[in-house]
Each structure stands twice: as C-alpha cells, then as structure tokens.
C-alpha cells in the first residue's frame, strides 16, 4: 500500500515513510492510494477476533512494508488488559435500549487518544531502531493529544517531544498531566493563544522543509494518518459488539474538534464496515456542524474561538477535514489545493458549489452542536436515569447523539475522556467530585515543568533547535 498527498505529490510512499513524516511536502495531508474493502466472509471471519488480533487484521491492510510477524508483536503489546484494564479493550456499555457507550479512554491518561498513541509510540520506537535515526516530535495538543503523547513517548529511544498547548486553556487536570512530566525527553510549551494558534505554528514548522528534515520532525498529531489508522479499528470493535449479523447496521456519534477522530469512522465507512450514520457533535466552536448544515467552511480566529467546559473541542480550524474533503471530491487534488491552500488563506472560508454539497448526503454525515447548559443537563441525566457520570465531550456527543437516532439502529456514542479530567463542570452538574484512579490522586499538586511562549513559529524553532 503506497500514499499519497491531498495537494497532488503523487510520489508514491510506503506507510513506514509517512508515519515519520506528518505532512506532506506541499503542505497536504497522506491518504491511502485507495481504501481497502472488507467484504461479507472477511466480516464473518473477524468476528469473535481480539481487539489486538481485529487491529492486526485491519492495520495489515495498510502496513506493507513492516514484516507481518513484527507488526503483530508490536499489535499485541500495545492492546492488552494490563494497559487498557479490561480484556476488551473498548467494551460498549448500555445506557438504554439502542444507545450505547464505546468506552475508549481506560488508557493511561484516560483519554481516547491513548487508542492510537500507544500503538504510535511502539511503531515510531521500532522504525528509528530500524533505520539507525532519531525523531523529533512536534505536536499540538487542546487537552489530550499532548498528555496521550507524552505518555506513550515518554523513556523511548530515539525520541524527543515538543508539544505546543493554548496557556491557561486546559483543565488543570490536563495541565497536571502532562507539565508534571519530569522525562527529559519531553517538552511542554505553553504557547500564549488559542490551540489553533498552536496547530498554525505545527503546520509552519512542518512546511519549513529545510528545517524538518534537518532537525527530523515528525507528529503526533492527527495529521499523522498512523495515528488516525488506529483510531479505525474501535469502529469495527464497536461494530461487532453491537451487532449478531453482517446485515445489521450501527451509527456512531462522535465528539468532534480537530476532525480526525470522525475521519477514521469515515475511512472505516468507506472500507465497507455497515454504517448508517456519523453523527458529528460540537460545542459551542461549531466550524464543523456549520458546514455540513450549510456547505460553507469558515474558520475562526482566536477572538472567535469560545473557552469553554468541553475544551478538546476548542478548536476552529480542523486540520484533518482535508482528507474527507478530498475524498468528498473524488479525490481532485487541484479543487483541495484550492480551497484549503489558497481560499482559507485569502478569505478564511470556502463554500461548495451546490453540486459538491449533494455528494455528502452520500457519506452518511448529519452533525450538530451543544453548549455549557446542554453538558449539564445531558451530565445530570445521564447519571441519574442510567448510572453513568459521563464527561464533557462524551455529553456534546450524547445530546446529539438523541437528536439523529433511527428506529432499529444501535446508536454508539463514542466516549471521549473520564469525567475525573473535568471534575468542575461535574461538580456544577452533579454536585459531587468525579472518581479518579488512585494513581492520579493529588496530581495537581505535583511539581510542573513547562515554557511559556509567544505565538511565534520562529520561537518555538529556536527552542527545538536547542534542545534537540
């Protein structure tokens, strides 16, 4: 399997090329030349498989230029009880009758990044030892991308992690998480702005060239598509838990931000995996539900980018939206270019023609947003009608979630984080601290260990530079 860019590189690379890489050379996002597809037998066949042995299977697909043996000890480590805490991995639990919760975040920062980031830890780990090479990891993080990383990366060999976050605009939880790191390979920055702000300077550095390869920056982003290819599998885990036949269709509803946690719903979708529906949820930054309501994509400045209590999804320029655009234009690098390069740059928005907007009634895509008095009210019912305390995110995803059910199609709300990393909205909402595992009690008070930084993509180069 060879990869190509959204902007029209088409020099063909293999998987282990691009997982060290992040963006391409013209600033477009990787994409499969082509998506595998599962047909009927090859669902009956991974029925019943382990969550480790459904992810080689799928990964398999994608991975050609790792030895099939290798990737399969690399599979079968990351994905284990020990890690994860239950045999699992990502069981649903059952709120009412057709809605249901895919529990993702029993990782080590009890966030659903931990899926994909511990599988992308191992794999950056053996390819540098493969090739004798050492990386640089530059990453943007909202809250739980950099924690996720960090924690994955932390004591690897050949690595090093510079991530970038909004100052002041996590949860102190999330905070604590990562700038209580002490591992000298790691590097928080603290970046005066908004996330976007921080996800600007990732994409600046990135397309200095000169600099990337000199000083060997990767990501860990989900611009990075390992990273989104591991967030494939939960899909099809989730799936197969809803489901007895091949015949049966699923929708999952899906807390959206930065785009790529739908966009591996999207590449599962678009794989053969039945899906009826992907529901996208927003907060109040609602750049994505705007668009697939009205076909225009209009990104925000810092101004216009609200703090608030589901701050993942403080986010109002999606860097991932490019692959789907891309493949919602049958893949027409030059239309892509256009819009993302030259209209977003030029205007800050594009809008499709009516033709182009037809099409996404073809990809099962319906959308909508939520606010601070909706996270509340969907918190304190869940917990009082179904025994559930659920975070701030997975409660975006849930209160849309209600508003696009079918009858007679399971509806998978895919959860976001543990209700412990936002303990004050629950506490308003429910009165009550969220639980928390033992090992994180009192993390806040732990000595922190980060810079702080202007928004200033030269900065933040200089300071690789130095400690790299």
Avoid at 243 to 249: A, F, Q
Wanted: hydrophobic letters at 40%.
């Amino acid at each position: 399997m060879n990869y190509i860019s959204t902007r029209g590189d088409q020099t063909p690379r293999g998987f282990s090329e691009i997982l060290l890489e992040g963006l391409a050379p013209d600033g477009g996002l990787y994409l499969p030349t082509h998506y595998p597809k599962v047909d009927a037998a090859t669902l009956a066949r991974w029925r019943g498989l382990s969550y480790a042995e459904l992810a080689f299977e799928i990964l398999s697909l994608y991975i050609t230029d790792i030895p099939a043996a290798d990737l399969k000890r690399l599979v079968t480590l990351t994905y284990t009880e020990q890690v994860f805490g239950t045999r699992e991995i990502t069981p649903l639990k059952k709120l009412e009758e057709g809605l249901y919760l895919e529990a993702l975040s029993n990782g080590p920062t009890l966030a659903f990044k931990d899926m994909a980031m511990q599988l992308l830890g191992a794999l950056f780990e053996y390819e540098l030892a493969r090739r004798g090479q050492t990386l640089n990891i530059l990453g943007a993080t909202s809250g739980d991308t950099g924690s996720a990383a960090e924690y994955a990366m932390r004591g690897k060999k050949g690595v090093k992690v510079f991530m970038l976050s909004p100052h002041g605009r996590m949860s102190p939880f999330q905070q604590a998480q990562m700038f209580s790191l002490q591992d000298a390979n790691i590097h928080n920055i603290a970046v005066e702005g908004v996330f976007d702000d921080c996800q600007d300077i990732v994409k600046a550095v990135s397309n200095d060239l000169e600099f990337k390869r000199r000083w060997k920056i990767g990501t860990v982003n989900s611009i990075n598509w390992a990273r989104l290819l591991a967030q494939v599998v939960y899909y099809f885990a989730g799936w197969f838990q809803a489901t007895k036949s091949n015949e049966e269709r699923v929708s999952f509803a899906v807390p959206s931000g930065n785009f790529g946690n739908i966009c591996a719903g999207h590449v599962a979708r678009m794989m053969g995996l039945p899906i009826h529906r992907l529901v996208l949820a927003t907060n109040e930054n609602n750049v994505l539900d705007e668009f697939f309501r009205t076909g225009t994509y209009r990104v925000r400045g810092g101004a216009e980018t609200y703090e608030t209590s589901s701050p993942s999804m403080d986010i109002s320029k999606a860097s991932n939206f490019e692959r789907f655009v891309f493949d919602l234009l049958g893949r027409d690098a030059a239309r892509t270019k256009a819009l993302f390069a030259d209209e977003i740059a030029k205007k800050g928005s594009f809008t499709l023609t009516q033709a182009e907007f037809a099409r996404l009634a073809e990809y099962g895509f319906v959308s909508g947003s939520s606010s601070h008095a909706d996270r509340l009210a969907t918190i304190r019912d869940t917990a009082q009608r179904c025994g559930t305390v659920i975070d701030t995110h997975t409660a975006d995803g849930l209160k849309v979630a209600r508003e696009h059910r079918d009858a007679g199609v399971p509806m998978i709300v895919l959860e976001t984080a543990l209700p412990a990393k936002f303990s004050a909205t629950i506490v308003e909402a429910l009165g009550r601290e969220p639980g928390r595992p033992a090992a994180l009690q009192g993390i806040e008070q732990l000595p922190k260990r980060f810079k702080v930084m202007p928004v200033d993509a030269q900065a933040v180069k200089d300071y690789i530079a130095q400690n790299a």
